[in-house]
């Protein structure tokens, strides 16, 4: 018998572990209140039944929703990148985040300057 090489796939999730960690991330990001519901609403286009489906983690998006919840809500980016293998490109976010926070407070500053 020939030994088995090559490489080996991470472990995935199945779709019901998928679909409650992406309602984790939500709920973690959200909280569980309709106000909740409301933003993934907006987010997606989805209806309220859907959009409870996934905080609750009943079921999980897909396609295009999951880019417009990951586009939203940082927890479910870093759960995909995360799930990719990808945990490096969350320094990127951090960095833009950061030069976010940044140009405010120089907005903040300027401002408070011209009052001067």
């Known amino acids: 018998m020939v030994p ?3 490489n080996t796939l991470p472990k995935m999730p ?8 992406i309602g984790a991330a939500l709920r973690k ?5 309709r106000r909740a519901t409301k933003s993934i609403m ?3 286009g ?3 039944r859907t959009a409870r489906a996934w905080l609750h983690g009943l079921h999980s998006p897909g396609g295009l929703h999951l880019v417009a919840l990951s586009a939203n809500s940082r927890h479910v980016m870093e759960l995909l990148l995360s799930l990719a293998g990808q945990r490096q490109c969350l320094v990127s976010l951090d960095l ?21």
Do not use: P
């Open 42 to 44: 907006t987010w997606t």
């Open 29 to 33: 990001e959200l909280g569980s209140s």
């Open 96 to 116: 833009v985040a950061a030069e976010q926070e940044l140009e405010l407070a120089l907005d903040h500053v300027r401002h408070a300057r011209a009052g001067l």
């Open 4 to 6: 088995k090489t090559g």
């Open 14 to 21: 199945s779709e019901l572990e998928f679909a409650e960690a």
């Open 46 to 48: 989805v209806t309220d």
